[in-house]
Nanobody
Framework: QVQLAESGGGLVQTGDSLRLSCVAS??????MGWFRQAPGKEREFVAS????????YYTNSVKGRFTISRDNAKNTVYLQMNSLKPGDTAVYYC??????????????????????WGQGTQVTVSS
């Protein structure tokens, strides 16, 4: 059983930056990812990263603005968010796969809904 805890959300203005962190209760030998859910919308994929950090994937709307990274020594995955827009407003969740066979590409493929999830952190971007 892996527990995930997100932090770093908040209220910012358009163009500002935030860095989200997600700490796992134990070592995760699996890909990790960030997802978000805006009010009235389905949860969507944002970014994912392989176990070694060598492969990353992003949804098109955040490419060039968001960067995912991980520190396996700290059991932590980060999401650096720059040039934030009101459309980025959502609850952000981190997730990790149920096993070492979960890949970052699989998380990005759409409809990912397995493994372990955090409780989420609110990001609000005002115009």
């Amino acid at each position: 059983q892996v527990q995930l805890a997100e932090s770093g959300g908040g209220l910012v203005q358009t163009g500002d930056s935030l860095r989200l962190s997600c700490v796992a209760s134990g070592r995760t030998f699996s890909a990790m990812g960030w997802f978000r859910q805006a009010p009235g919308k389905e949860r969507e994929f944002v970014a994912s990263i392989s176990v070694a950090g060598s492969s990353t994937y992003y949804t098109n709307s955040v490419k060039g603005r968001f960067t995912i990274s991980r520190d396996n020594a700290k059991n932590t995955v980060y999401l650096q968010m720059n040039s934030l827009k009101p459309g980025d407003t959502a609850v952000y969740y981190c997730a990790t796969g149920p096993s070492r066979f979960t890949t970052a590409q699989a998380m990005a493929a759409g409809g990912y809904d397995s493994g372990y999830w955090g409780q989420g952190t609110q990001v609000t971007v005002s115009s």
